[in-house]
């Protein structure tokens, strides 16, 4: 009873709760057209550089890069939805190498989609897309370049109590810097990508069994001929006792290029903990490790072949190292300087994994190679320190440096100069996503 009589009594009511603080002031136009129309726009600059490119003394750049997405939405039934999305992007005051892509692509379709969904356990979407599976390692949009990519793909999703399960049928789209961008020509990706989380509290559990194919690649042997490939994998990741966790993946290769073999694997493994300090820091460890090929000319492949990654610092933020004939250590820190604010830093050993293949960039092409292995294995060592700031929806500022200094290996197969790589990033949505402020939700 005197629980009751003092909740209802004005004498012992509780304070009302204070109004919430203002949050960031809006820096967008509202892109809820209607209930069923929501458009998009966004801006995103960046301006970067290096020196030593090719790790070349005098092969220094700077320049500016920008992008336009516009993105439409339409809601005609609660089980249908179209999505567009249109890019331009382009690059200024380049002074060395091309203006083609990943700088540069005018006025271009990127993403052309319809969504079915037939209930809350299964969707089909149909047409140009974005593909992101994983930590992004083997298939990504890989959205850090100026014109990203996407496939021309149909994906059904089934998703259950174990999680979610996709399978899909893609081709690579090929930017043209000049004409309409295009898939196919022989290219194809099938696959199946599983992400169970209901097995173990705080874990995620993702095998996946992926296809490629391509015609016209050169053989071993000689010649050229068709590449079959099947890649077989397990990624997992989560939350480990005394604020610790971890990532791990491992992937193997088989299949064909005409009478070559393809026999290839990369693993990757990290572990990280948070510390009950301030600014929440993050100290983490990883070991990256992807197979080379020990003989060029024995018919089986043995360099493992990274497919459509977002390789953007995963193996370090100058983007000169990939997922290839490679074993990468490293070590740093992440804190939380507010919960806008974060910064990093973190330290990078490089070595091949075979001394007579070469080593690979992100993108997955040659850099240098010693064929006879007389250049030893040591690429080098790599420093980096990033930032970003968080202002809203609408705005987010990033910048870094990066500083890779040559190993024997590119001593001995290049011009041996340290790289170099800083930039300075800002993306602003300009349409859409503005908090509902003193107004009715259209969405």
């Given at each position: ?37 929501q ?27 920008s ?7 339409v809601?005609p039934?609660k ?27 005018t006025?271009?379709?990127r ?11 299964v ?14 390692r083997l298939?990504?949009?890989a959205n ?22 996709d ?32 097995l173990?509290p ?5 095998p996946?069994?992926?296809w ?30 005394a ?25 990757h ?45 995963k ?20 804190l ?7 910064l990093?830093?973190s ?9 007579t293949?070469?080593?690979?960039a ?35 500022l ?33 349409l ?12």
């Amino acid at each position: 009873m005197l629980a009751l009589w003092s909740a209802a009594s004005p004498s012992f009511a509780q304070t009302p709760p204070a109004p919430p603080a203002p949050g960031p002031i809006p820096l967008a136009v509202d892109g809820g057209v209607t209930p069923w129309l929501q458009v998009r726009g966004e801006f995103r600059s960046r301006v970067e550089g290096f020196t030593g490119g090719g790790f070349s003394p005098g092969n220094d750049d700077s320049y500016w890069m920008s992008r336009f997405r516009f993105n439409a939405t339409v809601t005609p039934a609660k089980r249908l939805v179209f999505f567009v999305q249109a890019s331009d992007a382009r690059a200024f005051d380049k002074t060395t190498g091309g203006l083609a892509a990943p700088l540069r692509d005018t006025l271009d379709l990127r993403q052309a989609y319809a969504d079915v969904i037939g209930g809350s356990s299964v969707s089909v979407r149909i047409g140009r897309q974005e593909l992101n599976y994983g930590e992004t390692r083997l298939i990504g949009a890989a959205n850090w370049l100026n014109t990203a990519r996407t496939f021309d793909a149909g994906k059904v999703t089934f998703k259950s109590p174990l999680g979610t399960f996709d399978a899909f049928a893609a081709s690579v789209v090929t930017i043209d810097s000049e004409g309409f961008d295009k898939s196919g020509g022989g290219n194809a990706l099938y696959g199946t990508y599983e992400s169970l989380t209901g097995l173990l509290p705080k874990q995620t559990f993702e095998p996946y069994l992926l296809w490629r194919q391509s015609p016209n690649v050169t053989a071993e042997l000689g010649g050229v001929a068709p590449l079959h490939q099947a890649t077989v994998g397990l990624r997992a990741a989560g939350k480990l006792p005394a604020a610790f966790d971890y990532s791990t993946e491992v992937a193997v290769q088989r299949g064909s290029v005409g009478a070559d073999s393809i026999s290839a694997w990369a693993g990757h493994a990290a572990l990280g903990r948070t510390l009950a300090l301030p600014w929440k820091p993050r100290v983490f460890g990883e070991f990256n490790y992807a197979s080379g090929d020990e003989n060029p000319k024995d018919g089986v492949r043995g360099t493992f072949d990274q497919l459509y990654p977002t390789a953007h610092d995963k193996y370090g933020l100058a983007d000169q190292i990939g997922w290839r004939n490679i074993r990468h250590a490293r070590g740093g820190m992440e804190l939380r300087v507010t919960p806008k604010w974060q910064l990093s830093g973190s330290y990078h050993d490089y070595w091949l994994a075979s001394a007579t293949d070469g080593l690979y960039a992100a993108s997955g092409a040659l850099v240098a190679r010693s064929v006879t292995g007389a250049a030893g294995t040591h690429v080098g060592r790599e420093v980096d320190v990033q930032t970003s700031f968080v202002y809203s929806a609408q705005l987010q500022l990033a910048a870094g440096f990066a500083h890779l200094v040559p190993g024997e290996f590119l001593e001995l197969t290049t011009g041996g100069h340290a790289y170099s790589y800083p930039f300075v990033m800002a993306t602003y949505v300009f349409l859409g996503e503005t908090p509902a402020v003193g107004r009715r939700q259209t969405r």
